[in-house]
């Protein structure tokens, strides 16, 4: 803090003359003797001494001059640092909480909280790519109004085929139609693209850079979600067929049927086993039984509700959970199921290859909690329909829906049956 200002020059010439007149006495001794001084010993004792005042006085002013300007520079780079700190702060905070992130819900919360400080008040957006279409991940309410969503997928698709992309692309990003864009790249895989507003006077090359580096840990976290969400995937979904695998299948069995028991709802079970699978393998192959499993899983995909369950229990076996589906509504489902499977001829090596299935249903009944006891019915459902075709012959009718209902009671409480259309 400086002690004397402009505003004390008043002041300071007060004092400087009030010296004057007080010491105007000893000061006319002094240079008295001064004269004396030159004219005995034939010296210019009084310009010497003005000059040497001057010269030791610009000296004086050319080191407050230098320690200024090194007060400046001290005072820039510490300013440098200290913004070098908050942005390393900030990228700790970024890759804190992208880590954490398991899906793209979390993700996105990590990127609200994490990128604001690197984007500061600028317009921001981040589009990531996942099997093969964009899917916005964070997007600032100012650009969202202003900027169509395939306004912004264009841009994204300019970055990713741009040559600069190819060359692995600056860390100081690319400037499209007056937005800074980072590619997200792992390796040579591109996973999507963030925009920052940009104006060449608020965005120096350090802060550029360092929303390069955010860029950076925002593509290996995109790039560990994915691969995590695919590992989850695979680990939940049957690859051939896409329905669930057996585990999770039945954890979704009882998750409804404590569902349709808090609701006082119906829900119904289908059991589904391919007709003569084992000589369609033995005939064509497994090659193309795969094809046939991947047949059903597609029409069970195509035909049902999203809020229906397609499980692969095993082998040929299928198992489908229909929430809030009467046996009414069930056999409606099953035929439905039968009609298309059946319209569906696989092919194989030219060879058109018919697929029929049979399908056991099961109700659940009031305080039903139990998968297994459910399953089990509808396995002997199922089971009886097969014993019934093997004893009418390949070439007899279908049992009819009256045939159906005359079965017994328990049957018609436990298990309800649905044959090949």
């Not at 004792?45 to 005042?53: D, S």
């Not at 279409?133 to 991940?137: F, P, T």
């Not at 792992?186 to 996973?191: F, I, K, L, Q």
């Given at each position: 803090?400086?002690?004397i200002?402009r505003a004390?020059?008043s002041l300071?010439?007060?004092?400087?003359?009030?010296?004057l007149?007080?010491?105007?006495q000893?000061?006319?001794?002094?240079?008295?003797?001064?004269?004396?001084i030159?004219?005995q010993?034939?010296?210019d004792?009084?310009?010497?001494?003005?000059?040497?005042?001057s010269?030791?006085?610009?000296?004086?002013?050319?080191?407050?001059?230098?320690w200024?300007a090194e007060?400046?520079?001290?005072?820039?780079?510490?300013?440098?640092?200290?913004?070098?700190?908050?942005?390393?702060?900030?990228?700790?905070?970024?890759?804190?909480?992208?880590?954490?992130?398991?899906?793209?819900?979390?993700?996105r919360?990590?990127?609200?909280?994490g990128?604001?400080?690197?984007?500061?008040?600028?317009?921001?957006w981040?589009l990531?790519?996942?099997?093969g279409?964009?899917?916005?991940?964070a997007?600032?309410?100012?650009?969202?109004?202003?900027r169509?969503?395939d306004?912004l997928?264009n841009?994204a698709?300019r970055?990713?085929?741009?040559?600069?992309f190819?060359?692995n692309?600056p860390?100081e990003?690319?400037?499209i139609?007056s937005t800074l864009?980072?590619?997200l790249v792992?390796?040579?895989?591109?996973?999507g693209?963030?925009?920052?507003?940009y104006?060449?006077?608020?965005?120096?090359?350090?802060?550029?850079?360092a929303?390069?580096?955010?860029?950076?840990?925002?593509s290996?976290a995109?790039?560990n979600?994915?691969l995590?969400?695919?590992?989850?995937?695979?680990?939940i979904?049957?690859?051939?067929?896409?329905?669930?695998?057996r585990k999770p299948?039945?954890?979704?069995?009882e998750?409804?049927?404590?569902?349709?028991r808090r609701?006082n709802q119906?829900l119904?079970?289908l059991?589904?086993?391919?007709?003569?699978?084992?000589?369609?393998?033995d005939?064509?192959?497994h090659?193309?039984g795969?094809?046939?499993?991947?047949?059903?899983?597609t029409?069970?995909?195509?035909?049902?509700?999203?809020t229906?369950?397609?499980?692969?229990?095993?082998?040929d076996?299928?198992?489908?959970?229909?929430?809030?589906?009467?046996?009414?509504?069930?056999?409606?489902?099953?035929?439905?199921?039968q009609?298309?499977i059946?319209?569906?001829l696989?092919?194989?090596n030219g060879?058109?290859?018919p697929?029929?299935?049979s399908?056991?249903?099961a109700?659940?009944?009031?305080?039903d909690?139990?998968?297994?006891?459910?399953?089990h019915?509808?396995?002997?459902?199922?089971?009886?329909?097969?014993a019934?075709?093997?004893?009418q012959?390949?070439?007899?009718n279908?049992?009819?829906?009256?045939?159906?209902?005359?079965?017994?009671?328990?049957?018609?409480?436990?298990g309800?049956?649905a044959h090949?259309a």
């Open positions: 803090m400086r002690l200002t004390d020059a300071v010439g007060g004092l400087i003359a009030s010296a007149i007080l010491f105007h000893p000061l006319r001794s002094v240079l008295d003797a001064a004269r004396e030159e004219g010993y034939h010296l004792l009084l310009p010497a001494l003005i000059v040497l005042g010269v030791f006085i610009y000296h004086l002013y050319g080191k407050r001059q230098q200024q007060v400046v520079r001290a005072k820039e780079q510490a300013r440098h640092y200290r913004l070098r700190t908050e942005e390393l702060e900030a990228l700790v905070f970024l890759a804190r909480t992208l880590s954490s992130a398991l899906d793209h819900q979390a993700l919360d990590a990127v609200v909280r990128l604001p400080p690197f984007s500061g008040e600028r317009p921001l981040v990531i790519k996942e099997r279409q964009w899917e916005m991940l997007i600032d309410p100012i650009t969202e109004h202003e169509p969503r306004v997928e841009i698709e970055v990713l085929s741009g040559a600069a190819e060359m692309a860390c990003g690319l400037i139609e864009c980072f590619p792992v390796g040579s895989t591109a996973v693209v963030m925009g920052i507003g104006s060449s006077q608020d965005l120096d090359p350090p802060s550029r850079r929303l390069g580096v955010a860029a950076s840990t925002l290996v995109v790039r979600v994915h995590l969400i695919e590992t989850r995937e695979l680990s979904y049957d690859s051939l067929t896409g329905c669930l695998v299948g039945m954890a979704a069995l998750m409804e049927l404590r569902r349709a609701s119906p119904s079970v059991m589904i086993d391919v007709d003569q699978f084992k000589e369609v393998n005939e064509y192959g090659l193309c795969d094809l046939v499993l991947s047949a059903i899983g029409q069970l995909r195509e035909k049902l509700r999203t229906d369950h397609k499980c692969r229990y095993g082998g076996e299928f198992v489908v959970v229909l929430p809030g589906t009467s046996s009414d509504g069930a056999e409606r489902v099953a035929a439905t199921l009609t298309a059946q319209t569906e696989v092919e194989h060879q058109r290859i697929v029929t299935v399908i056991g249903i109700c659940s009944v009031p305080g909690l139990d998968p297994k006891a459910v399953l019915r509808a396995d002997q459902a199922l089971y009886r329909q097969k019934d075709r093997r004893s012959g390949a070439g007899s279908p049992v009819s829906q009256q045939e159906t209902s005359s079965r017994s009671e328990v049957d018609a409480r436990h309800t049956l090949h």
